[in-house]
Structures are given as C-alpha cells and as structure tokens.
C-alpha cells in the first residue's frame, strides 16, 4: 500500500498550490527518487530540475518540510509513514513551474565578480605558493552552485529590493577565494563593499547551515571578508595614514 | 559485490583522496568506506560509440553538422581510460567552435528552410499531446528499455541475448509511435521523455546492432561467444547508417595511424 504522504507545490510564477501524493518507498531512497516516481506513475508533468543524482551537480534545490535541502542527498528514511512531506521549490528565486525556479539572479552576480588575475612568474620561470594558502581556499572551491545559501539568506529572501546591492553567501565564498588568493593581484575591496554588499549580512549563519558541502561560509568567509572591510575603510588609524600620505605626495 | 579500500589505504587518505565517495556513501548509505567495504554494481558509465566525425575539424558526415565529446565516436578508442574525458572536451569542443564558426563564414549563398518539413517536425513533436486516451506513458517504455538494455546487451554480452534484445527494442519502437502525454508544454517532463524515446531507442538499437557485429572481445565490449581480442577487428569499426527507414550494418577500415605516432609506440615497446 502507498504509505507516504508527498505534499508537492504545483504551479507556476502565477501562483500553485501543495498537491498530496501517495507513494511507496523502496530502502535506500532519497527525496528526487520519490519524486520521479511520482513523475512516472501520477504526474507525468511534474517540473523538477535534477542531474547527477549524487550531490555534486547542485541542481535539485529544493524546501523540503520547509528546511533547504538537495532533494538528491535527502533520504526518505529520515521522515516517518504517514506523516506528510512538503516538498516547495527554494523561495528565495521567481518560480517557473512546480518545483523549478528562476536563479538567473546568481548568473547576473557571477558576471560582476571581479576575475582572478594572477602576478607574473618568478625569475625562474615558476610560481611558489604555500600549503597552507592552498588549503585555505580549497575549502570554497567545493561548492556546487545550489544556490540553498543563496535562498536561505534573510538580506534577500524577503527583500527583493536588497538583490540589486547584494551578492549574497555564494558570492561571499567566491570573493573570498579570489582574495585570499596567493598570485592574485587584483584589488576588490570597493566591490566586496559596495556592489557585493558585505556589510548587510549580519552572520546569523544561516547560510552555513544549509550548506551540503558544509563549507564555513560565514566563519571561514564573510567574517574575513568583513575584517577586511573595516581595516579597509573603517580604521581610523589606516584612515589617519591615508590622509597623511596623500598630503605629502601633493605638491608644495 | 563488495569494493573494500579501509584494507589498502589509511582513513586520511581516503578522506583526503575520495572525498566525494566518502561523502556519498556516508551520507545516502550510513557506510563509512574508511572502516568497511562498499557495495558496488555494474552501470552504463560511458558511451565509446558516437557520431563520425572527421578529428581534425569535428565535422560529421552531414555538412555543417559538429560533434564533440561522449556524442562524437572514434576518439577512446575500445575503452576510454578516466579523466581523459576532459581533455577530450577542451580540445574538441573548441575545435568543434572554431570550424563550425569558420563553416558559417564560408557559406555562400541562401540557406533554404523546408517550411513543410519544419512543419513535420512541429507536427510530430506535438503528436502525443494529441493521441487519444489509452496511449502509452512515456515513462513505462523508457523504463522497459532500460531493463531490457541492462539485462541483454550490458557487460558480458552473447548472440542470443543480442538478438532477443534487437527483436525487443523493435516492439518499444512500435509502443513508442502510440506515446500520450498530458498537461503543459512549459517544463514537462513527461513530453520531454516521450521526445527522448527516438533517440533512446536509436542509440539502443545501434549499439545492440554493432555489439551483434563485433564478434570479438575488445575494451568495454566482451562477448560470452568470443572472448578473445582478434587483430583482424582491431583495424576496423562497425559503422551503422539508415537506410530507407532501416539500420544498417557495415565494417569499416580504421585510418592508418601516422608514422610519427607509429614511431613513438615503438619506441615505447
């Protein structure tokens, strides 16, 4: 007998309701297997956007009882016979249909970060790098782009007016490899201040949370990127110095 | 069947050198692979088979047409060895670019478009949201093929199994002209399976077909019936082509390899 209870948002950018499903669960399934089964056996037109199945693609995004989750890497033995699944697509983004929403947003973003340039080879013809400076960055490198930090994220979850001047967690990681980089030779810090928007996030790390590569987006991140900008243009020690500087290179 | 790596290689290692199968199989199995083996089974990982293409430009043998990478056949060989994926991809897809972009410059005259013929096409994309009720779902067949693909023309492969696969695929193919989809054409997947069944079902046939043909043991092809590797198919490819509505079958002499590469193997020996 179908046992478990699928509550499945139907609809699209005009509006949709939860639609319950009933379905049997073999061991071992996850979320986006139920769901196309539903696909398969009752709901032929069911959207949904999905493509390794492994957790690695970042393209099955979705609220699942309300949490952000991958609906690949969510397994169907955490919830109980019975009891109903809600299965949104991630709010934070336009919906287009069912479960599938517009993330352009992160594309537009993706395009104004500032890319790596890197500073010419030593005299012999190499680059040396520590380790440890690898490693650091290494840790931002293994996010997949399910944008779940993107859509948990309060400064635009709610506030659509805030996108414009905000990049978000995603972007944060991004800028912060970029900057931590040890060949890199460009400056971003008016960008990470001003077009990125580093000084609205207030670390409720929430995008932390939801993160399914458990990278330490606000600890590892955004709070270095944020000690940054305030040695940048809030230190009133750096700004003293600035201002002294700038007096003596003026001519007498 | 079980992998075991926990035997041969320290917990860091494997952490550090497998991170994503440590992750996976800890987060949808519950098995840490550090401490014990993993279970495993056999999948359709990639296809050797593709399009022809010619190496230097990508150029199918339909004019103006390109393919590069997994759709493109010739470049791996029997079997294609991990990672060399990638480095297929960077340098075909960019030739695939370059002489596609240089075939758009060169065309001279108009370009015709057989308004009846895109007029078929729409005609027959739109077909099985018009079928009447009692059709077939998209999904059964696609799931029927898959099963029959896995069981008769997987790893090990013998005549008769090849056979009764082809004798198969022919009936999908017939349940497949009878597909009926409902809803919306936004996003529906449905429709999209039931567009994908041309092509499953070629690609299915093909390869059913050329593995029939090579009757030999070679890379990713082994046959039950003839399990050794002969020189004499190592110098050429079975090549499928349609032909009034029918796939046929014919062998092909693979290029010669140029003597400057010829040179190196030697070498190597």
């Not at chain 1, 099955?60 to 690949?72: D, Q, T, W």
């Not at chain 1, 169907?76 to 709010?91: K, N, Q, T």
């Not at chain 1, 979850?157 to 800028?175: C, Q, S, V, W, Y």
């Not at chain 2, 296809?47 to 199918?60: F, H, I, L, P």
Request: proline share 6%; glycine share 8%; aromatic share 8%.
């Amino acid at each position: 007998m179908p046992a478990y209870r699928m509550q499945v948002f139907r609809g699209d950018g005009r509006g949709g309701e939860f639609t319950e499903y009933r379905v049997s669960v073999d061991p071992g399934m996850v979320v986006l297997d139920v769901i196309h089964r539903i696909q398969a056996t009752q709901a032929p037109d069911l959207a949904v956007r999905w493509n390794c199945k492994a957790g690695k693609c970042g393209s099955c995004s979705a609220e699942i009882n309300g949490k952000p989750r991958l609906m690949c890497m969510t397994r169907m033995d955490l919830f109980a016979e019975g009891e109903p699944i809600s299965v949104a697509p991630i709010r934070g983004f336009p919906p287009i249909r069912d479960l599938v929403t517009d993330v352009s947003y992160n594309y537009v973003k993706a395009k104004q970060v500032p890319p790596l340039r890197i500073k010419p080879p030593e005299p012999d013809g190499t680059y040396r790098m520590m380790q440890e400076d690898i490693d650091r960055i290494q840790e931002f490198h293994k996010c997949i782009e399910c944008f779940l930090c993107q859509d948990v994220c309060h400064v635009i979850r709610d506030h659509e007016e805030n996108k414009r001047a905000f990049a978000g967690p995603r972007f944060f990681i991004k800028l912060a490899g970029l900057e931590m980089h040890p060949l890199d030779t460009v400056d971003r810090s008016a960008f990470v201040k001003d077009a990125a928007g580093v000084g609205l996030c207030n670390i409720t790390k929430c995008c932390t949370e939801v993160c399914p590569e458990n990278i330490h987006i606000t600890d590892n991140a955004i709070i270095p990127l944020k000690e940054r900008m305030a040695d940048e243009f809030f230190d009133p020690v750096v700004w003293l110095l600035r201002r002294f500087r700038a007096r003596k290179k003026q001519p007498a | 069947m079980f992998l075991d790596i926990s035997t041969r290689r320290p917990a860091d290692y494997i952490r550090k050198r497998l991170p994503s199968m440590y992750h996976q199989f800890m987060e949808l199995a519950g098995v840490d692979i550090t401490k014990e083996p993993m279970e495993v089974g056999p999948t359709c990982h990639y296809v050797m088979g593709g399009v022809r293409v010619e190496a230097d430009t990508t150029q199918s043998t339909i004019k103006g047409l390109f393919a590069a990478g997994e759709v493109a056949g010739g470049m791996h060989g029997s079997n294609r060895l991990g990672g060399n994926s990638l480095s297929d991809l960077l340098v075909f897809g960019r030739r695939a670019g370059l002489y596609a972009a240089l075939y758009a410059k060169d065309f001279g005259g108009t370009l015709a478009v057989d308004s009846g013929q895109v007029a078929d096409a729409t005609r027959a994309m739109l077909a099985p949201f018009e079928r009447a009720a009692g059709g077939e779902n998209p999904y059964s067949i696609q799931s029927d093929l898959q099963e029959t693909m896995q069981t008769l023309v997987g790893i090990i492969r013998r005549e008769s199994e090849l056979v009764e696969a082809i004798k198969r695929i022919g009936l999908l193919k017939a349940r497949a002209r009878n597909v009926r989809v409902d809803g919306h054409r936004q996003y529906n997947p449905g429709w999209h399976t039931a567009l994908d069944l041309e092509s499953l079902l070629t690609v299915a046939e093909c390869s059913a077909m050329a593995a029939l043909e090579r009757k030999e043991s070679r890379g990713g092809h082994t046959r039950d019936d003839h399990p050794y590797t002969d020189d004499t198919w190592g110098k050429v490819n079975v090549v499928l082509r349609l032909k009034e509505g029918r796939v046929q079958v014919s062998r092909e002499p693979l290029p010669e390899m140029p003597a400057e590469l010829k040179a190196l193997f030697q070498e190597r020996k």
